[in-house]
């Protein structure tokens, strides 16, 4: 395995990040992607162990690899500690919109103050997280109306692997404020593998919601907000 376009996708790449990451090699999410971050982790590794750094998963390599992992399986992953410590957040950079919902121009208007906000509609998830991902988005929000859904619902990634350690203590942190309101219906918050969440390397918050009255989609892009502002710049 080695860094192709587009890139590799499966189990057997998630096991391979999952391996470097208990040794101390930071492949960053383990997502089961092969991208830069895998093969930089990767070829560290080779480094380290005296092999040829191409990033190629070669025989000798997974052999070494393979090697000094049979008696890690109780350590944690380097990316989990680096997250858990704030490592992993980009502090600068856009804040990048994308997907059809009403909030998207109030949202968007909430966050200029505090943000330099760029904002996609008509977009796949897959543009859309190459250009968060080039530009070093300070995080990005996925929106999506449904007039059949009842509720709020916050997503951040998370896979049977791992999960987004600062999306859910944002997407947390947010619907406890949200429950305050006395308009906005109830806020449920679960970990998901959607391809936004998956592909992007950086927090990223999808919100999908029914039918809202203006002023219920007022306050929710205010309270949205002012929590980004205090999570991104406190």
């Known amino acids: 395995m080695y860094l192709t376009r587009p890139y590799l996708r499966g189990d057997d790449v998630a096991d391979l990040q999952v391996h470097l990451a208990q040794l101390g090699f930071n492949p960053g999410r383990i997502d089961g992607i092969f ?21 190629t998963l070669t025989g000798a390599t997974l052999r070494e690899l393979t090697r000094m992992t049979l008696s890690t399986s109780d350590r944690h992953l380097v990316n989990d500690a680096r997250d858990r410590a704030g490592f992993n957040t980009n502090s600068s950079g856009p804040l990048v919109l994308c997907g059809a919902s009403p909030l998207a121009t109030l949202l968007s208007s909430s966050l200029s103050p505090s943000f330099e906000v760029c904002q996609f509609s008509d977009t796949t998830d897959e543009e859309v997280a ?26 951040y990634w998370a896979s049977y692997r791992s999960h987004s350690r600062h999306g859910e203590q944002l997407a947390s942190t947010l619907a406890t404020s949200l429950s305050r309101s006395q308009q906005l219906p109830p806020v449920e918050v679960t970990g998901m593998a959607l391809p936004i969440l998956r592909e992007t390397s950086m927090t990223t ?6 039918q809202l009255s203006q002023a219920a989609l007022g306050e929710l892009s205010t309270t949205i907000g002012r929590i980004f502002d205090e999570v991104f710049h406190r």
Do not use: K, W, Y
């Open 35 to 55: 991208g830069p971050a895998l093969e930089h982790a990767l070829t560290d590794f080779q480094r380290n162990c005296g092999l040829t750094p191409d990033g």
């Open 205 to 210: 918050l999808r919100i999908e919601h029914g």
């Open 130 to 155: 190459r250009f968060a991902n080039a530009h070093g988005a300070v995080a990005v929000i996925s929106m999506s109306s449904n007039d059949d859904l009842n509720g709020l619902h916050l997503h």
